[in-house]
């Protein structure tokens, strides 16, 4: 099982930007199809956004979420980000990454999370 370790999440004003990374040892990324999660206060984790092994195909879970966040990958670096803007009170969670979002097994164990924070 491989290992990710998130980082980059912080406490922000509505309306900023941030960029999560996700580093990955043990397996490589190359490998699989990989996604980013958030999980809100009192919610399930939900997917935000995957992208393929290649890179070649991306999908966003909303609408509003495909015009503020940017998912990318780097598999020389064995690292996945989230380009995340204008950030609303809204996208307040404990971001994750892993694979998984093609109905595949989670191949990396989860995780300490990104917590970002937005105050409007």
């Known amino acids: 099982q491989g290992q990710l370790d998130e980082s980059g999440g912080g406490l922000v004003q509505a309306g900023s930007s941030l960029r999560l990374s996700c580093a990955a040892s043990g397996r490589n990324i190359s490998d699989y199809n990989m996604a980013w999660y958030r999980q809100a206060p009192g919610k399930e984790r939900e997917i935000v956004a995957s992208?393929?092994?290649?890179?070649?195909?991306?999908?966003y879970a909303t609408y509003s979420v495909k015009h503020r966040f940017t998912i990318i990958r780097d598999n020389a670096k064995n690292t996945l980000y989230l380009q995340i803007n204008g950030l609303e009170a809204k996208d307040t969670a404990v971001y994750y990454c892993n694979s998984g979002c093609d109905g595949s097994p989670y191949y990396f164990n989860w995780g300490p999370g990104a917590q970002v924070t937005v105050s409007s």
């Open positions: 992208i393929s092994w290649s890179g070649a195909n991306i999908n």
